[in-house]
């Protein structure tokens, strides 16, 4: 009773009996019993499927992603430094033992299950790191001296102890309530791990005995009783003769007068096994922060709904991470330098060919990205003249109240707070032709600022009338669905005046064309009552519906843009409305 009582419950449960007084078992730490009856530890609890694809996933995304010490050279000039000794380390390798991606690997391993995670540092005579040593978290225990100091005792199962002062080790810390050490996840979650562990060993152990719950063998009333050793000898045979699935339709035989009688308990139905399983594995999902798509867990999941969580995942998983650790590296090793470890999760973030193509473009069309930022971006050779911006030659810049075409602007300029916040202008405009101090503007040129406002308004439509149209469709009844189309349009009108709002004003601003106000009031109910016509129109034949759909997603926000176009190009000037 001690011992069960110290050490957990004996052999048969996976305890203390036969341990030998030399193994390593003796010198580590005991994970507390939970009420599922299994005993969790960090170390245990990555047996279980989804704590192990939790950590995984999480620990190999940021181990693996690009990451540089940079230096902030001024406010407008950040570059890599790449002779720093922290860049081999976290590029190369940690240590003469251990490569950067194994490293950082571990590192976000440990933090995620014990919340902390401790490296000794190697440096050179001039006192900068040149290799990291990891250490084993489980075996690292933090101390407070007599003077209030803290220091940190490491114990490995067969090694020397040895003590730490604060400025000897890199520790990274996870959640914490103290400010000091960081909080075990797993020794937050036992009895969630618990459950999920007591679950797969009853479904192994389910599928092991042959997928039979087990019984009772009855004698009749008034036979001579079996011995104690017939009894056993008895029960083996038969153990013997179902135990692993492969046995389980044999036939078995029992002596004559022995009566099976099955054991009664709760069917695994009634104790919804598999809903139980289920349920435990997206609460861990939901403790390690990592979407279920991303652990293989798609019973729920459609493309709309994965792509979004693939961004939540960059923002909400990765990026939290990445910014704990460049805070604890930058406080470390150069808290009064302009220096900092940057990760790059841009990669992340890629998108398919065509948008990245896309947004290229707008960056090239827009002058804030040159020719090489994007063959850089593509892992791609620079090119010769390939570090030049572009803009419209039609564009203008507003400077002290007057416009200046770009081709008159210096190559490089300093901006004055008073300019850097300036909109208002005087605009000397041809009314006629539309100059703007010489420079001829094209309705046409602002077609990429209504381009990003036009897709919303059009994603939202699509996505809101699909939606609907699977739930009040059902039962082949359409009129919930016509009537939920009045009460949408009718919001979907003001969405798109907001959206649409700011580039109109700009692009009359410029154009020197009155009425924004009225004008967008125009577009919107002439927009909203099109919609309308289309799918009331579509709802003689449902089934067309989809086809009509997937072609407002491929060309409807350009249409769109080109039907405003139109209507800029015939507004008279200020002067003549």
């Known amino acids: 009773m001690i011992l069960d009582a110290l050490l957990g419950p004996p052999r048969s449960a996976g305890g203390w009996q036969n341990k030998s007084v030399v193994d390593d078992y003796w010198y580590q730490a005991r994970g507390a019993q939970t009420t599922s009856g299994e005993n969790v530890t960090e170390e245990i609890a990555l047996t279980f499927a989804t704590v192990y694809a939790c950590v995984a996933k999480l620990s190999k995304t940021v181990a693996t992603l690009p990451v540089s010490v940079m230096e902030r050279v001024s406010d407008k000039e950040r570059r890599p430094v790449s002779d720093h000794p922290l860049t081999r380390i976290l590029q190369v390798e940690a240590n003469e033992n251990t490569g950067a991606v194994t490293w950082r690997e571990m590192a976000m391993a440990h933090l995620l299950l014990w919340g902390n995670w401790y490296a000794e ?241 707008i960056g090239r069309q827009w002058g804030w990205l040159t020719a090489n930022d994007v063959l850089r971006m593509e892992d791609m050779d620079a090119v010769e003249g390939g570090d030049y911006l572009m803009v419209p030659v039609n564009m203008a810049i507003i400077k002290n109240g007057e416009v200046v075409p770009v081709n008159q602007l210096p190559a490089t300029r300093e901006v004055s707070p008073d300019e850097s916040g300036a909109r208002e202008s005087q605009i000397a405009v041809d009314a006629s032709s539309r100059q703007v101090n010489g420079s001829h503007i094209e309705p046409g040129s602002f077609a990429g600022i209504f381009l990003d406002a036009a897709q919303q308004i059009v994603t939202k439509e699509v996505k809101a009338l699909e939606n609907a149209f699977k739930r009040r469709a059902k039962g082949g009844t359409l009129d919930g669905f016509r009537k939920w189309l009045t009460e949408f349009y009718g919001e979907h009108e003001g969405y798109f005046r907001e959206k649409m709002r700011a580039p109109l004003e700009t692009a009359m601003e410029l154009l020197h064309v009155g009425g924004c106000e009225k004008k967008l009031a125009m577009l919107a109910t002439a927009y909203v009552s099109e919609s309308l016509g289309v799918i009331h129109e579509v709802l003689k034949t449902p089934e067309q519906l989809p086809g009509v759909l997937a072609a407002w997603k491929a060309s409807r926000a350009t249409e769109l843009v080109q039907r405003i176009v139109s209507v800029l190009k015939v507004l008279p000037p200020l002067a003549e409305v």
């Open 121 to 361: 540092e190697t440096r050179n005579n001039a006192g900068a790191v040149v290799a990291i040593k990891p250490l084993y978290t489980a075996y690292m225990g933090i101390a407070q001296s007599r003077r209030g100091g803290l220091y940190f005792k490491y114990q490995p199962p067969n090694g020397e102890p040895r003590e730490y002062g604060p400025n000897e080790l890199l520790h990274l810390v996870g959640l914490s309530l103290n400010g000091v050490t960081g909080e075990s996840v797993i020794g937050m979650h036992r009895e969630t791990v618990g459950l999920g562990l007591a679950a797969t060993k009853f479904s192994a152990a389910f599928y092991g005995n042959g997928a039979w719950m087990g019984g009772w063998l009855k004698q009749p009333a008034g036979a001579p009783a079996l011995s104690p050793e017939d009894q056993r000898r008895m029960l083996d045979q038969i153990n013997e003769r179902f135990k692993t699935a492969g046995r389980a339709f044999g036939l078995g035989f029992l002596a004559e007068g022995i009566e099976y009688e099955a054991m009664t308990g709760m069917p695994l139905k009634d104790a919804e096994f598999l809903g139980s399983r289920e349920f435990t594995r997206v609460e861990i999902c939901s403790i390690f922060d990592v979407p279920p798509s991303k652990v293989q867990n798609l019973s729920k999941s459609n493309y709309n709904t994965v792509e979004q969580m693939n961004i939540d995942w960059v923002t909400d998983s990765i990026l939290p991470w990445c910014v704990r650790i460049e805070s604890a590296l930058k406080r470390r090793y150069f808290p009064d330098e302009p220096l900092y470890v940057k990760h790059n999760l841009a990669g992340l973030l890629r998108g398919d060919m065509k948008s990245r193509y896309d947004s290229y473009a």
